[in-house]
Structures are given as C-alpha cells and as structure tokens.
C-alpha cells in the first residue's frame, strides 16, 4: 500500500494540470499513487494511465464533492491535495510527511511560493474573527517567525492531510465552496484535538489562478455559512466584529455595483445557517473529542480512539445535509 496519496484537483486549463502532472511525476517520492480529479474531458495525450489515475467526472457535482470523491478512492494513510496550476520541488512531499511522526498532527502547510519572483504566496490559511478566511503571509518577501501563530490550517490548493482525520470528519464541507472549505476543515480538525504545522522545506509554487474564485453571490452565501458553522469558536464579540465585516463588504459592493448580489448572499446563507450549524457545532462540542478543552491529551487520545472506530460523527453527517 502507498504510503501518500496526491490527488491533483484539475479545475484550470489543460495545459495547468500538464504543467503539474510534469512536476509531481519528476519529483514524487517512491511510495505514493497519484490522482486527478477531473472538472473538465482531458484525452490524457502523454498516455499516462498507468503512472496516473484520472477518475472520471461527476456530473452536476460541486468541485468540493469531486475532491471528497477522489479522496475517498486513496488508499494511502496520507493525503496531498494538489491544485493544478502548482509545481512542486524535490524532496517537497518528504519534508511534509516526516512531519507526521506526531500522533497529534492532523495536517501539515507546505510554503506556498509565487511562480513569477519567490514571494511568499501563501504559508497556510487563517480565520479571522469576523469570519474571514485569508492567505497567511500572502505577497509578502518572507516569513517572520511568528508566522504560524494564525494558522489554522493547509490552503486547498497545496495541503497535507492524515486520512483518518479527513474520514472521521466525513471529508470537506458540501455546504461550502472551495474558497471555504479549507478553513473549516483546519476548524474542524483543531476542534477534534489536532494540530497543524507549516513546513517550510515543502515548497510549492503556484500561479495565481490556484486559488478558486466564486461569483459575489456565491462567495458571499458560502462566507456566511462558514461564519456561522464556527461562530462558537469566536466567542461574543464574533457576531459584532462579523456584522462590521459584512457592513464594510456592503460599502465596498455599492462601488463595484455588486451589491445586492452580495446582500442576497449573506441573507441566503444566514436564513439558512443560523439554527442548524449553531445545533450541530453544539453537539459536537458534547462529544467526549470536546468534553475537556482545557485538557489537550483527553481531547486528542478521545479523537485517535474515535478514529478507530466505523462510522463518522453525526456533526458532519448533520452540518452537510
């Protein structure tokens, strides 16, 4: 059995997922399998089955459903998902893996780099209290050493995950897009008692176009739904400093003439949001994974035992349907 699996998520152009393929194929470690998940027909001209798996499409599926399916087919107990778009350097999968020799780690950032002058592109993802999810580090010339104090976890474009995690949380979000999801699940994970970490000797390079975009409406509905699937995490000056938020994106919308747009997504997504997010993020924090926050080895011995165990917690199963 491999020991990492890639999965490529083929959402850009052809010649973005090629430009990928080359670079992991020339620099994979020996005991992997490698995956793409398809958005869109490829003919595959290099003939490249037997060194690749291209899962077929999914019809009227959403991107992050297409990325749950290809991780559920990995076999290895890792998991590297992979945007095309990104190149990546030797020795970059070893670096994250050797990071996994702590049980407590359930995923690991490598440095995500700009592709046209070195600078940092992202070094992770944060959650800001208002409900924002960003780029750690984003444009800036290099890291400072305090640069993981906001971490929350990989950026879906280039993350490491332990495949149990991912399993026992039922995979990323349905609710969310891709630009969220990521968020919620370095949440999600530190909420069942793990940990993440940026390795900055995994270096990834990256286009701008790796990062996904969504339309105002659908960034603006899936932004509110991430809010409110975490807002017990803020405490109560979250609501405050996300009502601000929203306010200021309003402004910013009345400029652009995108407005509405944005309006009708926040208030789809909070009509939709608020009672059943807030009843499922409260069940989970009755959990034994959660029954002592302050005390982090019974949180993390409590998710390693229910990692073991068939099934997945009703939290997710409840958040997603």
Not at 80 to 88: D, E, F, P, R
Not at 152 to 178: C, E, M, N
Not at 247 to 270: M, N, P
Request: charge should be positive.
């Amino acid at each position: 059995m491999p020991r990492l699996a890639i999965v490529i998520s083929a959402w850009g152009k052809s010649e973005s997922l090629e430009h990928t393929l080359l670079s992991v194929l020339e620099n994979r470690p020996h005991d992997c399998e490698i995956l793409v998940s398809l958005s869109h027909p490829y003919a595959d001209p290099y003939q490249l089955q037997g060194e690749v798996r291209f899962l077929p499409q999914l019809p009227r599926v959403s991107a992050v459903e297409r990325l749950n399916s290809a991780i559920a087919a990995c076999r290895a107990p890792f998991v590297h998902v992979l945007a095309s778009g990104c190149a990546v350097d030797e020795g970059w999968a070893d670096a994250a893996l050797a990071r996994f020799g702590d049980r407590r780690l359930g995923s690991v950032s490598p440095l995500a780099l700009c592709q046209d002058g070195g600078r940092v592109f992202a070094a992770g993802i944060q959650y800001r209290t208002s409900g924002a999810r960003a780029l750690v580090a984003h444009g800036e010339p290099q890291l400072s050493d305090n640069v993981e104090a906001t971490l929350v976890g990989p950026p879906i474009f280039a993350g490491f995950y332990r495949k149990a995690a991912l399993d026992f949380l039922g995979g990323f979000s349905r609710q969310l897009g891709l630009p969220q999801a990521d968020a919620d699940m370095g949440l999600m994970l530190k909420q069942a008692g793990f940990t993440t970490a940026l390795e900055r000797k995994s270096r990834v390079w990256c286009s701008t176009e790796v990062d996904p975009r969504e339309s105002t409406w659908r960034s603006s509905l899936h932004a509110e739904r991430l809010f409110w699937r975490n807002v017990s995490l803020g405490g109560r000056s979250a609501v405050l400093y996300h009502a601000g938020s929203v306010a200021a994106e309003g402004i910013r919308g009345l400029v652009s003439g995108r407005v509405l747009a944005h309006l009708a997504g926040r208030a789809v997504g909070f009509l939709g949001s608020y009672a059943r997010h807030r009843a499922a993020l409260a069940e989970l924090s009755s959990r034994a994974i959660c029954a002592e926050p302050s005390n982090e080895s019974v949180r993390v011995d409590a998710a390693h035992r229910l990692l073991g165990q068939s099934g997945r917690p009703s939290m997710r199963s409840a958040s997603q349907s």
